[in-house]
T-cell receptor, first 113, second 114 residues
Framework: AQSVTQLDSQVPVFEEAPVELRCNYSSSVSVYLFWYVQYPNQGLQLLLKYLSGSTLVKGINGFEAEFNKSQTSFHLRKPSVHISDTAEYFCAVSAGGSYIPTFGRGTSLIVHP | DAGVIQSPRHEVTEMGQEVTLRCKPISGHNSLFWYRQTMMRGLELLIYFNNNVPIDDSGMPEDRFSAKMPNASFSTLKIQPSEPRDSAVYFC????????????FGPGTRLTVL
């Protein structure tokens, strides 16, 4: 079985500050990892994904995430956030062989001017 | 590609009425998922289809909920009879299949049951 934990339900930050959204997973097999973003009144859309290879993955809108197998983490980072980054962010994991991803509860990123 | 299309975008109905939500996945995708999102419970997977066949419906709340996928380009989620606790945003997502493929979500249907 696979599971995902997003430790922070809400992360407030000021504009132009760096941000890290945390994600930890558990799985007994190899995994594929995803970050999705949901803007108000919209569906989720992919920010980035880790399948294999380099542990540092770059996505859209200046976001990046680092896969750490020993710590079973896949934290999302951005060096300087904008007001427009205010949204809900979801971490998801798919274990090899499972076509059904498991989503975390989401982290609400609130960027203040 | 127009992406995943859902209709209606908003639905307001009265308790006891039948509600049908519709989804058109991205052409060529063979996996389709229905989710429900609420503040209390977050994002919940209701049912998963692969090649039009329901594979996992363990998330369907109860017999009032049913889902069909008569062909590769159309799926419905039906609630009969509807109850106020069914109020939520319902998302449809499609994928190219395989655990390495991301899901593409539709804009959702906001359902309000009075």
């Amino acid at each position: 079985a696979q599971s995902v934990t997003q430790l922070d339900s809400q992360v407030p930050v000021f504009e132009e500050a760096p941000v890290e959204l945390r994600c930890n997973y558990s799985s007994s097999v190899s995994v594929y990892l995803f970050w999705y973003v949901q803007y108000p009144n919209q569906g989720l859309q992919l920010l980035l994904k880790y399948l294999s290879g380099s542990t540092l993955v770059k996505g859209i809108n200046g976001f990046e995430a680092e896969f750490n197998k020993s710590q079973t983490s896949f934290h999302l980072r951005k060096p300087s956030v904008h007001i427009s980054d205010t949204a809900e962010y979801f971490c998801a994991v798919s274990a090899g062989g499972s076509y059904i991803p498991t989503f975390g509860r989401g982290t609400s990123l609130i960027v203040h001017p | 590609d127009a992406g995943v299309i859902q209709s209606p975008r908003h639905e307001v109905t009265e308790m006891g009425q039948e509600v049908t939500l519709r989804c058109k996945p991205i052409s060529g995708h063979n996996s389709l998922f229905w989710y429900r999102q609420t503040m209390m419970r977050g994002l919940e997977l209701l049912i998963y289809f692969n090649n039009n066949v329901p594979i996992d419906d363990s998330g369907m709340p109860e017999d009032r909920f049913s889902a069909k996928m008569p062909n590769a380009s159309f799926s419905t989620l039906k609630i009969q009879p509807s109850e106020p606790r069914d109020s939520a945003v319902y998302f449809c997502a499609s994928s190219g299949g395989g655990s390495y493929n991301e899901q593409f979500f539709g804009p959702g249907t906001r359902l309000t049951v009075l």
